[in-house]
């Protein structure tokens, strides 16, 4: 089924991810979702014998996604880059390290239900912006955050996907509530 709609885009900072468990902070809703496109990057090895191919294997590499949305305020900017934010001003240095998280959002599909996504645990990288003087014509500029996101070591899952309209689903209302997976052992490393 066609998917054709975007809302509820969401996140949760990583707080640990290593063999004995993964957790994640508090989840943090990003108004006014416009775009979000995810391309994950398959290496591939082929093998020739007998004057065919022979065998191929392929290989998860990073996963490319970047999120439009209608604005970003600076408080979530600073939080999702790892940036200041101090007094309302956006603070940004060159040993600022964006953090891990988790980004999860809704799209609507053909039979109004819903595809519900959560990536499991990236990184963004520093943000471009385009300012441009006003025209005649009414030009929006709209902040674009792009993000390599990969598998968790704890469990080497990167992305939890769920179609509201599938008999086995039964998480709608809870999706948002927490990230999936998210398993902290006592006494872990």
Do not use: C
Not at 43 to 53: G, I, P
Not at 154 to 162: L, R, S, V
């Amino acid at each position: 089924m066609s998917q054709y709609g975007l809302k509820d885009i969401h996140f949760a900072l990583l707080e640990t991810d290593d063999k004995s468990g993964v957790s994640y902070g508090v989840i943090e809703e990003i108004l006014g979702a416009i775009n979000a496109k995810i391309n994950p990057n398959v290496n591939t090895q082929e093998l020739y014998a007998d004057d065919q191919l022979w065998e191929s294997i392929s290989a998860l590499g990073k996963i490319e996604v970047e999120i439009e949305t209608a604005d970003l305020q600076l408080k979530t900017r600073a939080k999702v880059l790892g940036n200041k934010y101090e007094n309302g001003v956006l603070i940004e240095t060159k040993d600022d390290v964006p953090p891990y998280l988790a980004l999860g959002f809704k799209s609507l599909r053909k039979g109004g239900k819903y595809r519900y996504v959560w990536l499991l645990k990236g990184v963004a990288q520093p943000m471009g912006e385009d300012f441009t003087t006003k025209k005649d014509n009414v030009e929006h500029k709209t902040p674009v955050v792009r993000f390599t996101f990969m598998p968790r070591t704890f469990d080497g899952e990167w992305k939890h996907t769920a179609d509201e309209d599938s008999v086995d689903f039964k998480g709608a209302d809870t999706w948002f509530n927490s990230v999936p997976g998210e398993v902290t052992i006592p006494g872990g490393e």
